[in-house]
């Protein structure tokens, strides 16, 4: 499984874009990339999954060069509900297991 | 929307107690996980099932047991509860996805916080 290496932690003001980047120098050629968030006292709880280029969803986007040996996650207008942990994950289908690391805690500043 | 529930938010045991955590999945996902998490460690797998009667061994598996005899139902065992594993304990499921669906989900619970005195 591949090993995915985030910043320990991030602060950012309400209404800024904040980019998370998450680096993953040995993915695999099946390997998807998954974003989880996780609230104080909540499970994780998935964001968006990417495989290359650009993902875009209601919450977030997903950049993905095209070497794919990292990741940036992208989230609009941060407001302070946007504090959370959030965790890049890498892997493919049928992996048994998938490895949350440790996460960057984002802390949004009013 | 998928529904993961754990049996309590809260609890609290004693050194020595055999305790069980239960998690029970409302989507007939095939997996399941049992995770812990600690400040500055992060989400730790400790055990999952891929189908009933089935299961596999995480990171850190000592001093824990599971039990999958429904699909929809996880527990986690501790055989004797210790103080070092007062910690949150938190429940997923997912389903397999097959061909270029992605990697599986993982939807979770919202976690059972352990002290053990």
């Known amino acids: 499984l591949a090993k995915t290496t985030q910043p320990i932690s991030m602060d950012s003001y309400e209404g800024q874009e904040v980019n998370i980047t998450c680096s993953h120098n040995n993915i695999a050629t099946n390997d998807y990339i998954t974003w989880y968030q996780q609230f104080p006292s909540q499970g994780p709880r998935f964001i968006i999954q990417?495989?290359?280029t650009k993902v875009t969803n209601e919450v977030a986007s997903l950049f993905i060069p095209a070497d794919r040996k990292s990741s940036t996650l992208s989230l609009p207008r941060v407001s302070l509900s946007d504090t959370a942990v959030y965790y890049c994950?890498?892997?493919?289908?049928?992996?048994?297991?998938?490895?949350f690391g440790k996460g960057t805690r984002l802390h949004i500043l009013p | 929307d998928v529904k993961v529930t754990q049996s309590s938010r809260y609890l609290v045991k004693r050194t020595g107690e055999k305790v069980f955590l239960e998690c029970v999945q409302d989507?007939?996902?095939?997996?399941m996980f049992w995770y812990r998490q600690d400040p500055g460690l992060g989400l730790r797998l400790i055990y999952f099932?891929?189908?009933?009667?089935?299961?596999e061994k995480g990171d850190i598996p000592e001093g824990y047991s599971v039990s999958r005899e429904k699909k929809e139902r996880f527990s986690l065992i501790l055989e004797s509860a210790s103080t070092n594993q007062t910690s949150m304990y938190l429940c997923?499921?997912?389903?397999?996805?097959?061909?270029?669906?992605?990697?599986?989900?993982?939807?979770f619970g919202p976690g059972t916080r352990l002290t053990v005195l």
């Open positions: 990417g495989y290359k």
């Open positions: 997923a499921s997912s389903l397999t996805l097959a061909g270029d669906s992605g990697t599986d989900t993982q939807y």
């Open positions: 099932s891929y189908d009933v009667k089935m299961k």
């Open positions: 989507m007939d996902h095939e997996n």
């Open positions: 994950l890498v892997g493919a289908v049928g992996d048994d297991k998938i490895i």
